[in-house]
């Protein structure tokens, strides 16, 4: 058995001894990692870690909060950054209207020229939605019919509405620590009915730490805790949870190569 984290940040501060870090996942059966650009000055550092170290990926992109620094972002740019070989994804991007730390519509054009990366690369888009569930679909099956692309919603905790929409286009819907929070009832049920074969685990580490170790740094260590509690909620055994989530990673991920055992 062996599990993925789809999506945490091995570049922040908290990571600095990284190989201690990435030593404690390994015992904790998470073999694979996949870091996260949120802004331009995280694109170098991503691509070193990913670089030097095999089962460790990276993916290029803006997040909605950084959106307004970043308005003059291009396809182009996108495109040349995932020609490394470790780059195999795009994002995080998306809509973030709780903080709205950047203005809506800059969002929304960021987002769609993460969308356009994606089809002309083929890689996976990595979409943050937050109290922005109409306008997420609305964007996403708009640009949908203007030419396919793959991706997945990372860190659901929102609306049934928005993982039945992005899976209508074949979206997978990746789950974090939240489902083990104490109030987190309605995403239980909402995880409970979501096929597994739609399903991916991840921390979003240094955040959102699992119980028990909620209010403390989160590490990639901690997948664990949210693969166990997919395999609650749907009564089966967390292998079985492993296996598949890791399975949908690499299909998904497709520039990806599965750990060797």
């Known amino acids: 058995m062996f599990l993925v984290d789809s999506h945490c940040h091995l570049n922040y501060k908290e990571f600095n001894n990284l190989d201690v870090f990435i030593e404690r996942a390994f015992n904790h059966d998470v073999r694979t990692m996949l870091t996260i650009g949120t802004q331009r000055s995280d694109f170098e550092a991503v691509t070193r870690i990913a670089a030097s170290h095999r089962d460790i990926y990276a993916s290029i992109g803006v997040h909605p909060h950084e959106a307004e620094h970043h308005a003059d972002l291009t396809v182009e740019e996108l495109v040349h950054w995932s020609e490394h070989p470790k780059v195999i994804g795009l994002g995080e991007t998306g809509l973030d209207y709780y903080y709205e730390h950047s203005p809506k519509a800059i969002q929304q054009q960021l987002f769609r020229i993460h969308i356009e990366a994606a089809r002309k690369t083929g890689l996976p888009l990595i979409v943050h939605s937050r109290d922005a569930d109409?306008?997420?679909?609305?964007?996403?099956?708009?640009?949908?019919?203007k030419g396919a692309f793959k991706g997945l919603i990372h860190c659901f905790s929102s609306s049934k509405y928005l993982s039945d929409k992005s899976i209508e286009i074949g979206f997978l819907i990746s789950i974090s620590g939240i489902i083990t929070f104490k109030k987190s009832d309605e995403l239980r049920a909402i995880v409970k009915e979501l096929p597994l074969s739609h399903l991916l685990v991840e921390t979003d580490a240094p955040y959102l730490a699992p119980m028990p170790h909620r209010g403390k740094p989160n590490e990639p260590a901690?997948?664990?805790?949210?693969?166990?509690?997919?395999?609650?909620?749907?009564?089966?055994?967390?292998?079985?949870?492993?296996?598949?989530?890791?399975?949908?990673?690499?299909?998904?991920?497709?520039?990806?190569?599965?750990?060797?055992?």
């Open 222 to 261: 901690f997948t664990r805790y949210t693969a166990q509690a997919i395999a609650d909620i749907k009564n089966i055994q967390i292998e079985e949870v492993a296996d598949k989530t890791s399975s949908n990673f690499f299909k998904l991920f497709s520039k990806a190569e599965p750990p060797v055992l």
């Open 134 to 145: 109409e306008d997420t679909v609305a964007i996403l099956h708009e640009e949908y019919q």
